[in-house]
């Protein structure tokens, strides 16, 4: 029966409260605000990682509920980061070049402030001149427009064409790979105007920001990065809880029954395609900054997997899942791949996780597969029913 | 009394085998009519051409008093215009309640923006009480359609059928897993729902058919071997000889 989305879906209130008291302890606890326990870079971590949850949210959308298994979410996700990074990289260069110029007698005038600008950010790539896609770089109200309506028109596009031709199954999967892989070769190549291989740097500093430290930063960020996710769940419950969620979940069940029941199916895919890829487009923008660099690296074909692994481990088609399980491997692989967990020496030899965490990664999700079919999320289904009962 | 459906010589082939061979059938509304003939006879291929999810290789199906082509329409289209199925394997949607197929069967626009925005009204609430009423799953409403039993699954069938409210029924075989009682209130409801619809019904029971009591058509090999009322095409001898006679 119809019902308020809170009494149909009470994670929407412990997934807020959980997130809420999250910011509460990070913040008391954070240089800028509190005690101090948790480092700056730390912080930074925490954040990013609720940046990637928001885009396995989106990933549980597309995948856990409308059954469509894109393995190409990250292509959206480092051009939210290229979209932003290109106002923050602008801005940023151009107040330092403008500190150069002052020293003169002359004052500078816009247009040299603007050549000597282009020749700082391209100089790495051989280039002097703005390319045509830094256009709205100049304005942060366009760089923001561009987080949204780059990944949402790719997504819009791509979609339009994957399913009106019908491709489903393994072999969007595949065409969706091609899609990243194709984006990041072209982002790799130094003619493109994206700075090649060396991609965006520096993105931490925030324009007009000089004077506020990073300690402060890394929390606004973080509390930017929980909001976000807070708003996007939010947002999400009321989409599959509603009529539009049996239709999609109809679909990743069984497209050709929905279609006999007059609906078109190629139109709730394309919805929920470009919705999820626009989601994970601002997860990119407010992930980068904090990361401080995007480079074509980010978007490779891997990425994509990871993030659908991710899902796979938290649970699809419940939304906290894929949260979970992004927030559980991301802290993980952070932890084993940062160098934070120590090597173990075994005399012949040591085992160094670097190389290590993606045997375990992998032993990880067979070991869920076998015994948490239904993933992390599903135990906790378990858990807080046996509590119940 | 118009013609609602008329399919002009169709033929199909799948692999270089003919399943439906040169097909005319017409259908007023209302109006009833059972289909019948052997395994294989192209039942089951005529409606998923009807209903767009197979493409004749020759021959036209046009639809209502325009005549309009449903050839050129998705299977979404057709589905629109008012032509609804109920398929010979039960499909439902296993993983959602009783209440949510037929929710999402109901007849209201089919659009993305207007399914997020859908409210459910007491109009909706009280159509959906009255048909899980007639298909006997009042006490249901709340369970997943998967754990129904398979008689109740041609149940719900024939709910999200009724909730649709198309023009023409197309009923594949619907009393297949039900009780004698269940057969009877199948027919009746399909003969109540005949006074004002177009209702084709593929069905392998006899007894099911002749309760009917409506014009038959009998299909072979995927053409029309004989038409008219039971006991007329039960006296032909070739329907005797393909059909009944095995
Ligand atoms: N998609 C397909 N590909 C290949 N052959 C098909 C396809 N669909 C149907 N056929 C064949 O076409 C013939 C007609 O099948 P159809 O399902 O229409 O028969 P039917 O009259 O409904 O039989 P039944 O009474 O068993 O349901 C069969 O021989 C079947 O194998
Ligand atoms: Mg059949």
């Known amino acids: 029966m119809e019902r308020s989305i809170f009494a149909r879906n009470p994670s929407v209130p412990i997934f807020i409260g959980v997130l809420t008291l999250l910011a509460l302890g990070v913040t008391v606890m954070s240089e800028a605000y509190g005690t101090g326990a948790i480092s700056v870079s730390f912080t930074k971590v925490l954040g990013m990682t609720l940046c ?10 597309v995948w856990g509920y409308c059954g469509i298994l894109s393995l190409g979410h990250f292509a959206f996700f480092g051009l939210g980061g290229y979209g932003i990074g290109m106002w923050l990289m602008t801005a940023r260069t151009e107040d330092v070049v403008r500190a150069n110029l002052m020293g003169g007698v002359i004052p500078p005038t816009e247009a040299e402030v603007s050549d000597a600008t282009a020749a700082q950010i391209f100089s790495v790539v051989g280039a002097t001149d703005w390319p045509w896609m830094w256009a709205a770089s100049g304005s942060l109200v366009l760089s923001l427009l561009l987080v949204v309506l780059v990944p949402g028109v790719l997504a819009l596009v791509f979609g339009w064409l994957a399913f009106r031709s019908r491709v489903t199954g393994v072999y969007l999967s595949i065409l969706t790979q091609a899609m990243t892989l194709a984006l990041s070769l072209y982002l790799f190549q130094n003619d493109t105007g994206l700075r090649g291989n060396n991609g965006l740097s ?118 906290y899942g894929a949260v979970i399980g992004a927030a559980a491997v991301s802290l993980l692989s952070t932890y084993f791949t940062g160098g934070r967990a120590p ?43 046996k509590d119940r009962a | 009394m118009n013609s609602l459906l008329e399919v002009q010589g169709i033929s199909v082939s799948f692999d270089g085998f003919r399943a439906i061979n040169n097909l005319s059938f017409v259908i007023g509304c209302p109006e009833m009519r059972a289909v019948i003939g052997p395994n294989g006879a192209g039942k089951t291929t005529f409606m998923d051409i009807v209903t767009g999810k197979t493409r004749p ?45 037929l ?7 089919r659009g993305p923006i207007a399914a997020l925005f859908d409210r459910v009204t007491e109009a909706d609430r009280a159509r959906i009480d009255e048909i899980a009423a007639e298909i006997g799953l009042s006490d249901h409403l709340d369970r997943p359609a998967g754990i129904l039993s398979h008689g109740q699954k041609q149940w719900l069938e024939i709910g999200m059928l009724l909730a649709q409210d198309p023009r023409l029924l197309l009923v594949d075989e619907p ?11 199948t027919t009746a409801l399909l003969k109540r729902l ?53």
């Open chain 2, 175 to 185: 009393a297949a897993g039900m009780t004698t009682e269940e057969r009877e209130h």
């Open chain 1, 202 to 319: 520096g993105l931490q500093n925030i324009p007009g920001l000089d004077t506020v430290g990073q300690d402060r930063i890394s929390i606004w960020f973080f509390w930017a990065s929980a909001a976000a996710l807070g708003l996007a769940y939010v947002g999400a419950v009321w989409l599959v809880s509603g009529k539009f969620g049996n239709i999609i979940r109809g679909i990743r069940d069984d497209e050709q029954r929905v279609r006999f029941l007059g609906y078109r199916v190629e139109a709730y895919k394309l919805f929920v395609f470009t919705l999820s890829g626009v989601i994970c487009g601002i997860a990119g923008a407010l992930y980068y900054p904090q990361a401080g660099i995007v480079n074509p690296d980010e978007i490779a074909p891997i990425a994509s997997i990871y993030l659908a692994v991710w899902v796979a481990i938290g649970g699809r088609g419940r939304l």
């Open chain 2, 103 to 109: 929710r999402v069967s109901l007849k209201k626009p």
């Open chain 1, 52 to 61: 990637l949850c928001l885009a396995a949210l989106a990933m549980d959308l």
């Open chain 1, 343 to 385: 090597d173990i020496d075994l005399g012949i030899y040591t085992i160094e996780w670097v190389d290590w965490w993606p045997v375990l990664l992998g032993l990880g999700f067979v070991l869920v597969t076998l015994f948490a079919p239904k993933g992390l999320g599903g135990l906790v289904d378990y858990i807080v029913r």
């Open chain 2, 194 to 246: 005949a006074q004002s619809h177009a209702v084709v019904v593929v069905e392998h029971d006899m007894e099911f058919v002749r309760r009917l009591e409506c014009r038959v058509t009998v299909l072979h090999e995927g053409s029309v071997l004989a038409e008219g009322s039971l006991d007329h095409v039960m006296a032909d001898e070739r329907v005797i000889e393909v059909y009944l006679g095995r």
């Open chain 2, 57 to 101: 290789d020759t021959g036209s199906v046009r639809w209502g008093e325009t005549g309009r082509s449903l050839l050129a329409l998705s299977e979404a289209e057709i589905a629109q215009v008012g032509v609804g199925r109920k398929f010979q394997r039960p499909t439902v949607f296993e993983d959602q309640s009783v209440w949510d197929n």
